[in-house]
């Protein structure tokens, strides 16, 4: 019998052109450029991805909050196409920057940041997505709640054995620790695998909430009494109103503006693809929202509560297989967007700053392990102020995103030196591995949101007419940010960073290992093709069946 041996502390690091001694203080072997054999990511991955990414709870629930402030349905949903066609945009600007280099997004932060500068932006998600990580676990864990209370009704009067100021009962708890389980083999899964998570999702839970769409109308002769509710607000009040409601629906996936390159680094098609999400994001989300708005009111008809919570609709019915499959279809919903907004953004940011210890497997474990130190179910009973303070936490990412996108599209020309992006003394050195430009234009495109943010915190503190520039932070820190980002650089240039001619991946590899690059690369002008990654030259080697074709038709 072989004697259990504990892994290496250290993660393998092969010699390769990007880490030259073996393993780097700047990379490892997932945060290497994705070659091109492991780029399996195709239009309907894509396009997947973002269906599974949309249909989540917090989606379904974007229409509560816009409610409450005094606007209607209608309002809802122009607020939530705009916003999505807004951060869309620069979605598709920055997840292009990953398919032309391949690289994640705390690499390609080294660019626009230097390296030591990067960590600012690696951190500040990094922070975010464990957060959230934490929380959505915690959304899970109410939907197995309800799926197991729809088997056996007596879990949900389990004897609570847990201190009421925890916070969480013992059924609850329980729920917690198997969705915890179940997430687990999905966290040690590769990104190319799990296009058949995210292909699974994108079937299954448009088909299940769209059954709750027909039953709400069915059931109701009309959807309910939401539908015929005025604004309650006028003037001045509703634009503030309506803009802080925007802003609200961007910051949910303010996250995914800047991690889109985490997942964008596998594609094998052509950058062109990345517009697909500006038509296709608005419309999606839209339909989502109007199915939450669809349901609720529906519940409300009928129960004489209006709960925007899912799961307190759907423990009102009386079919228990109808409440089992619909709650699965929640917890599949969540368990998805925590791998693709969460777990999977974290990993690359602990790998980044941790690169000789910590791989993409063991960065998602560790997102994990850290979301029962958050103890988030302590954090939605009573820490209100807390999580406001973690919702407006996109006033961060904003600028983040501005510097991003303006760097690579309008700073450098969409040319960057793939290979400079691991060697810390190259061009994307800046001062001292810092680039000042980068932090100035952060730190002032924050600042305007930062009273608004202390009233959202405690709302004791009252900033007067300096809530407003909170109430579009997110749209703000992004103009300001890019503004002064494009003017710092524009007049005080960083010379050096200008680079004559972009230089892929691809040519770096074929280089190292004597092949002759292909004649597209590295050229300054077919920049935005260097990331087809066309694999067609092995199309002839590929095996048949059933898994074959599907892994090609993905």
């Excluded at 629930?61 to 349905?73: D, E, K, N, R």
């Excluded at 199915?291 to 919570?309: C, E, H, N, P, R």
């Excluded at 900033?463 to 524009?490: D, E, I």
Aim: proline content about 5%; aromatic content about 14%.
């Amino acid at each position: 019998m072989g004697r259990f041996s504990l892994p290496p502390l250290k993660v393998a690091q092969p010699i390769t052109a990007f880490s030259p001694q073996g393993n780097s203080r700047w990379t490892n072997k997932d945060l290497d450029p994705v070659p091109r054999s492991a780029r399996k990511w195709g239009v309907i991955s894509f396009i997947a991805y973002w269906i599974s990414d949309a249909f989540n709870a917090a989606t379904w629930q974007f229409a509560s909050s816009i409610l409450a402030v005094g606007l209607t349905w209608r309002e809802s949903l122009e607020i939530v196409a705009i916003g999505f066609f807004i951060v869309s945009i620069v979605i598709s600007l920055n997840g292009a920057v990953g398919v032309i280099y391949h690289v994640s997004f705390p690499v390609i932060s080294r660019a626009s940041w230097g390296f030591w500068g990067s960590y600012i932006a690696i951190i500040s998600r990094c922070i975010l997505a464990i957060f959230w990580f934490a929380i959505q676990t915690m959304n899970g864990a109410n939907t197995v709640r309800v799926m197991l209370g729809a088997i056996w009704p007596s879990f949900l009067t389990l004897p609570n054995h847990i201190p009421v100021e925890q916070g969480i009962t013992t059924n609850t708890m329980v729920s917690f620790f198997l969705f915890f389980l179940i997430q687990l083999p999905f966290l040690y899964m590769h990104p190319n695998n799990l296009r058949w998570l995210f292909m699974a999702k994108s079937i299954i839970v448009p088909i299940a909430w769209i059954a709750i769409l027909i039953w709400a109308f069915r059931s109701t002769d009309g959807g309910g009494d939401i539908f015929d509710q005025k604004p309650t607000t006028s003037g001045s009040a509703y634009s503030w109103a309506y803009l802080a409601s925007m802003t609200s629906v961007i910051g949910n996936y303010a996250t995914l503006s800047v991690n889109q390159a985490d997942f964008s680094r596998y594609s094998k098609v052509s950058v062109k693809w990345q517009l697909l999400y500006v038509p296709m994001l608005p419309i999606v989300f839209t339909f989502i929202s109007f199915i939450g708005i669809a349901a609720s009111s529906a519940g409300q008809k009928k129960y004489g509560v209006l709960d925007w919570d899912p799961m307190a609709l759907i423990s009102n019915w009386d079919n228990r297989a109808c409440r089992f499959f619909a709650a699965f279809s929640f917890a599949l919903a969540a368990l998805g967007v925590n791998i693709s907004a969460n777990s999977l953004s974290a990993a690359n940011d602990l790998m980044a700053l941790f690169p000789s210890y910590i791989n993409i497997r063991r960065g998602q474990l560790l997102c994990a392990l850290l979301s029962w130190c958050l103890v988030p179910w302590k954090i939605l009973a009573s820490a209100g102020n807390f999580l406001n303070f973690m919702s407006a936490y996109s006033i961060f990412l904003g600028p983040i995103a501005a510097i991003m996108a303006t760097d690579f599209w309008i700073v450098h020309h969409r040319k960057y030196d793939v290979l400079a992006l691991y060697q810390p003394d190259s061009v994307y050195h800046y001062w001292e591995g810092i680039n000042w430009r980068a932090v100035v234009a952060f730190v002032v495109g924050i600042v305007p949101s930062l009273p608004g943010l202390a009233n959202s915190v405690n709302p004791s503190i009252n900033p007067g007419v300096g809530v407003h520039p909170y109430q579009f932070g997110w749209l703000l820190g992004f103009s300001v940010t890019a503004l002064l980002y494009v003017g710092f650089s524009y007049f005080i240039p960083a010379k050096e960073t200008q680079v004559e001619r972009s230089v892929g991946p691809d040519e770096v590899y074929e280089a190292h290992v004597g092949v002759e690059p292909d004649s597209d690369h590295g050229s300054g002008d077919k920049g935005l093709e260097a990331g087809r990654g066309d694999s067609s030259e092995e199309v002839g080697n590929e095996k048949s069946g059933f898994k074959s074709w599907a892994d090609r038709l993905l």
